[in-house]
Structures are given as C-alpha cells and as structure tokens.
C-alpha cells in the first residue's frame, strides 16, 4: 500500500474544504494512523469544527458530534440502559460516543466528572453501562476542540485527561490571501455539502498495520528515552514527559516516516514531531509561567540540549 500517496488523497480532499492547514491535516492522519486523538486548541471561528467534518467524510467513517456543556451528563455521552416493556428487559441504548470520528466540541465547558465519561473510551475502545462492556467501532478516534481564552464557565482538562491525547495542534488566523481564498471558496455554497470519500475504513486499518512495520533503530529510541528523561529534570518543569508521552512520540514518528515514503524513522522525525506530541504533556513551574515560558519553548529547549544520535556505519 502507498501510504504516502494514500495520505496525499486524504490531504487534498481536505483541501477542496479548508483553505491551507495542510500540517495540521497531516497531523491529524499521523494520529488516526496510531490510533490516536486529537486536542485542537484554539480560538473560535478558525475552522475546528469544519476540518472535523471534511476530514470524517474524506475517509468515509460514521461521524458524531458532542456539543459539551456544563449540563451534559456521562450517559449523555456514552449511552444508557431503557426498560423494554415488550421484552421486560433493560436494553442499552447508545450514545453518541459510539461512532467512529467523535467531535468533541468545546470539550473543557464540561464538568470534570463528564471529561472523565471519555477515558475508558480514549484508552481500551469501550464502554461500560451498568457493568457491562461495549466494544467500539473501528476505526475510533476523538477530536477535542477548546478554546483557550474563555476560562469563565470552563473546566480545565486534568493532566490524565491531556495525556490520553496523542497530539495536541493549533490552526492559527489564515493569511490574507488564504482570508480571501475562504471568501471566494464559501460564496455560493458550502463546499462540505460536494465532498465524497476518498477512502474507507478498511483502508484506514490496512494502513495502520503498515506503519506497525515501520523499522525504529535502537539509537532513536535512546533518543526518545533521553528526551523524556531530560524533560523530568529541566528546571522549569513541574512534571515531565511520562512513558506514554514517550511512546505517543515513538508512534507518531513511525507513522510520519510511513506517510513520508519509508520504512525506516529518522531523528528528523522525532524532532518534528515532538512539539505536537510533548507540549500538551509539559507542566510547568508557576515561576517559569509567569516569566512567559512556554510549553513549547521548553521542547525547543529540549531538542537542542539532548544530542541527535549518529548514523552507524555499515
């Protein structure tokens, strides 16, 4: 299969959609190809939810869209068990987390214990209702959108709950001249409304066995390893990389090399993909905060503290 080119179909469908944000996109296949999720974080009107959309119908998978409140309830999410009169039994009635692209819109307006209704799900790929376990479909992935200059009304996501996301990213205001490419694309009509598949989920689970095989040498994965352990002793962090931020970077850099064209990973990709992947992870001193480090600054810091590993000889 060419992953590579497989991607680029996904990339472009998205683009007939959402003008620019290409990485973004990328990174957003580099996490389905993982079996990963996404936090988007950043401010309103920039596209969140569309590229959402465009993305779930370019692969051709059920999509759901939770609208998170400080009202909803778990059950909201994960679905509940209804008394059948004609068949005097409890039958479950799911959810809308039981789908396969999940937008989880404005995620932190929920309260912590309707955040929490997402971990089992996030993690092991169920749910369990009144002591029984729901397998989900696959392929299962959770993009969560959130704002970061409301506080009022929110709920901060908890350390557990960031860590479960494989990437974290940020669209950004367009240029001006993509400004002006979105006028003209959104004139007449939604362009949403015209995308078809270019893919399917049989093919998103064709693709993730081939990143599997994807070949990581013994010295990148003492790169990983240094990365995360540095993390935990640099100055201004508060609480470092964890062993699954670790294999977060580790997977998602296989998965970067396959869409790349190889089958091989290379230090480059571990240093391109460690902003998306640790940033979200790093919890900083109050000290260092308020001195106007920043998560990102600090991975900065990072790549050009720990030694790049060299290429062995034949």
Known sequence: MDLAGWARRIEDNVARVIVGKREAVRHIIIALLCRGHVLIEDVPGLGKTTLVRALARSLGCEFR????????????????????????????????????????DEINRASPKTQSSLLEAMEERQ?????????????????????????????????????????????????????VAILDRFAREHPLEQ?????????????????????????????????????????????????????????????????????????????QMARPVLTHRLILHPEARLDGTTPADVVDRLLSQVPVPLPRRA
Do not use: W
């Not at 004609?86 to 999940?102: A, K, N, S, W």
């Not at 994807?214 to 470092?240: F, H, T």
């Not at 998965?255 to 230090?267: C, Q, T």
């Open 127 to 179: 749910v369990t209702v009144d002591g029984v376990s729901h397998r989900l479909p696959e392929p299962f992935m959770v993009l969560a959108t959130q704002n970061p200059i409301e506080y009022e009304g929110t709920f901060p996501l908890p350390e557990a709950q960031l860590d479960r996301f494989l990437l974290c990213i940020r669209l950004g205001y367009p240029s001006p001249a993509e400004e």
């Open 65 to 104: 869209r939770i609208q998170f409140t400080p009202d909803l309830l778990p059950a909201d999410i994960t679905g509940t068990s209804v008394f059948d009169q004609g068949r005097r039994e409890f039958v479950f009635r799911p959810g809308p987390l039981m789908g396969q692209i999940i937008l989880a």
């Open 195 to 271: 995308l078809e598949p270019v893919t399917s989920a049989r093919e998103v689970m064709a693709a993730r066995e081939e990143v599997s095989a994807v070949y990581v040498d013994d010295s990148i994965k003492d790169y990983i390893a240094r990365l995360a352990r540095r993390s935990r002793e640099m100055p201004e962090v508060y609480l470092g990389v964890s062993p699954r931020g670790s294999l977060a970077l580790f997977r998602a850099a296989r998965a970067l090399a396959a869409i790349s064209g190889r089958d091989y990973v290379l230090p480059d990709d571990i240093k």
